[in-house]
């Protein structure tokens, strides 16, 4: 069983189309997160919530907004795609909103193109 | 800001050689500190932490020691085995304010039978 799921795995689009990236857990994790691995291989978080309520939100440009229907659950829209948007995305939970106490569980990520 | 940086990888070793990946960080205060280890085809995944200053984390034969003094988390381990082939990400949470995780840029390694 997949622990945090994300779909698609690979998203290849073009600049300026809208598209979306699913995450599930199964984990009864209270807390869900979406990093962004950039060019440089560097993981940076972009959104953290915890029992559906936002609770980071590390300036990310409002082109990319996260959604939580439920705790199992937080998706990522991105409009208008621009070519920086290119990376790896991955989708990670963890029981409580802390990470020193309670460990981050992630997906395998989302690789997208955009061309 | 928050920082960490790791030794420029990829790294490859023969079976049983002895590992050392560099991580240091730059922080204010004393963050907690994290080594994840993905592996081929999976998520990142908890390997071991350390929380506080001379403190050892410990997990499937890696070890790492919280070096205040020279703002170190070096990972070690003393007898690699092909299985260990995987991205190692070093971590820090600050303890302050919102605790997020800021990760250094992983580090591959393959290991040779």
Redesign the interface.
């Known amino acids: 069983d997949t622990a945090?799921s994300q779909t698609p795995k690979y998203l290849v689009t073009q600049m300026g189309n809208d598209k979306s990236i699913k995450c599930e857990q199964n984990l009864g994790h209270d807390t869900m997160y979406w990093?962004k691995q950039d060019s440089?291989?560097?993981?940076?978080?972009m959104f953290?919530y915890n029992n559906k309520e936002l609770?980071?939100n590390?300036t990310v440009p409002n082109r990319f907004s996260p959604k939580s229907p439920d705790k199992a659950h937080l998706n990522l829209h991105i409009n208008s795609l621009e070519l920086g948007d290119s990376a790896v995305y991955?989708c990670?939970s963890s029981q409580e909103?802390?990470?020193?106490n309670s460990?981050?569980?992630?997906?395998?990520?989302t690789r997208l193109t955009v061309t | 800001g928050d920082s960490v940086t790791q030794m420029e990888g990829p790294v490859t070793l023969s079976e049983e050689a002895f590992l050392t990946i560099n991580c240091t960080y730059t922080a204010t205060g004393y963050p907690?500190l994290?080594w994840?280890v993905?592996y081929p085809?999976?998520?990142?995944?908890?390997l071991l932490?350390a929380?506080k200053a001379d403190d050892k984390g410990s997990n499937k034969g890696f070890e790492a020691t919280y070096r205040k003094e020279t703002t170190s988390f070096h990972l070690e381990k003393g007898s690699v085995q092909v299985s260990d082939s995987a991205v190692y990400?070093c971590?820090l949470?600050a303890?302050q304010g919102?605790?997020?995780?800021?990760?250094?840029?992983?580090t591959r390694l393959t290991i040779n039978p």
């Not at chain 2, 085809?41 to 908890?46: D, F, I, K, R």
Request: glycine fraction near 14%; charged fraction near 15%; proline fraction near 6%.
């Open positions: 945090v990093y440089k291989k560097f993981l940076k978080i953290s609770i980071i590390e991955f990670a909103p802390g990470p020193v460990p981050l569980h992630f997906g395998n990520g | 907690s994290f994840y993905q085809g999976e998520g990142l995944q908890l932490k929380t990400f971590a949470s303890i919102a605790q997020k995780l800021v990760f250094g840029q992983g």
